[in-house]
């Protein structure tokens, strides 16, 4: 018997009640009155994130520029696939990912906003992802018309349909910047990822 066996068996000879697992039909996932305001709430909130709501005639290379970065002290390093915004890297024309660890400012599209946690669910669209993780700064740009109430309709969503794994099959929930207080309790920001996410909200409607 191996030592993970014989802990189970220890537990199991411990073990003085036990329970049937709940019936997860009986479980109502949460909704919202309005999904999307519920979104932007918890973008700021719950996330952390800046959020810049913007139309959709207005020009995404020009908010990149004068409300993303307008106020750095140098030029920063932009990075995305996203035609029409003016960057020094592309992830899909880079030779290696390493190319992406100097990134100040990635640019990608978002597919689903979640509004129960603010989560966005980006696929890769890129050749290489590691923009989404090594940018300093991550900017996710959704639509209004991609927002729903909860984690069950983003998944099902996901799960129903190819057009969320479109060139690769990797996509990843994002919601703000990383952020971790393991290390003496102290919070820390962009301990895995970026240490700050813009969500550019283009209202459609």
Known sequence: MSSKEQIFSALRQHTRETYDMPDLAQLKPVTYADP????????????????????????????????????????PVIATNIIGIDAQLNPDTVATAQELERVDVGVVRGDIGVAENACIWVPQTMKERAICFASEHLVIVID???????????????????????????????????????????????????????VVFVNRK
Do not use: C
């Not at 139309?55 to 106020?71: H, K, M, P, T, W």
């Not at 057009?163 to 919601?175: A, C, K, L, R």
């Open 36 to 75: 999307v305001a519920e979104f932007k709430n918890k973008t700021t909130t719950t996330a952390g994130a800046k959020l810049i709501e913007i139309s959709e005639g207005d020009d995404l290379n020009a908010v990149i520029r004068d409300r993303v970065v307008g106020g750095w002290p140098a030029n």
């Open 144 to 198: 209004d018309n991609h927002i729903v109430n909860n984690m069950h309709e983003a998944y099902d969503l996901i799960s129903r349909s190819s057009h969320y794994f479109v060139d690769y099959q990797f996509g990843t929930f994002i919601s703000g910047p990383s952020k971790t207080a393991d290390i003496e309790g102290a919070l820390v920001y962009g301990a895995q990822a970026a240490r700050a996410v813009t």
